[in-house]
């Protein structure tokens, strides 16, 4: 028991320090458009629902493209989790990355015990979850608050299969 938790003291370790540079990345692409939308949305499915809507023709001018676009992203309990952490920090993008970071850290600790669970085998365990915690990949999503849905839909798939 007191090697899982030395191993997993410092898989946490590790990946907040992989990602420790996102907490300064501010917001980039669709983030300025889904902070602005989750300003003006209330609590409601419909308004969490549309909080992920790109309309590029409302922003025609910055944009390159001359024909009107529209993205739905249908995500409204990502949505609900994002409205709870700007407002509950009061709008701080730095809080908001730390939100992907502890989702982050989160998935890299299941990835461990699935791997565990696997091999019993606390190197290779432990290499894997590594691996994880700090793949190049995995920093974008950390790091750009519209991957948030990644984040946390990778973190329940694996509670999910491990609860399996």
Not at 34 to 62: G, I
Not at 72 to 77: E, L
Not at 135 to 156: D, E, K, M, R
Request: glycine share 6%; with cysteine; charged share 10%.
């Amino acid at each position: 028991m007191f090697t899982h938790i030395r191993y997993i003291g410092l898989l946490a370790v590790i990946t907040i320090g992989a990602h420790w540079g996102a907490l300064g990345d501010g917001l980039f692409l669709d983030d300025h458009w889904h902070q602005r939308s989750l300003r003006a949305a209330r609590w409601t499915f419909h308004d969490l629902l549309t909080s992920t809507t790109l309309e590029p023709a409302r922003w025609l001018d910055t944009w390159w493209q001359d024909k009107d676009y529209r993205w739905d992203y249908s995500r409204p309990a990502v949505m609900a989790w994002m409205k709870a952490i700007q407002q509950w920090s009061g709008g701080s993008v730095p809080l908001q990355h730390a939100s992907s970071m502890l989702w982050h850290t989160v998935c890299t600790l299941l990835v461990y015990v699935l791997c565990f669970q696997l091999t019993r085998n606390f190197f290779w365990t432990f290499f894997a979850g590594v691996l994880f915690g700090i793949y190049p990949h995995s920093a974008y999503a950390v790091g750009w608050l519209a991957a948030q849905n990644t984040i946390i839909q990778t973190t329940l798939t694996l509670a999910a299969l491990l609860c399996y």
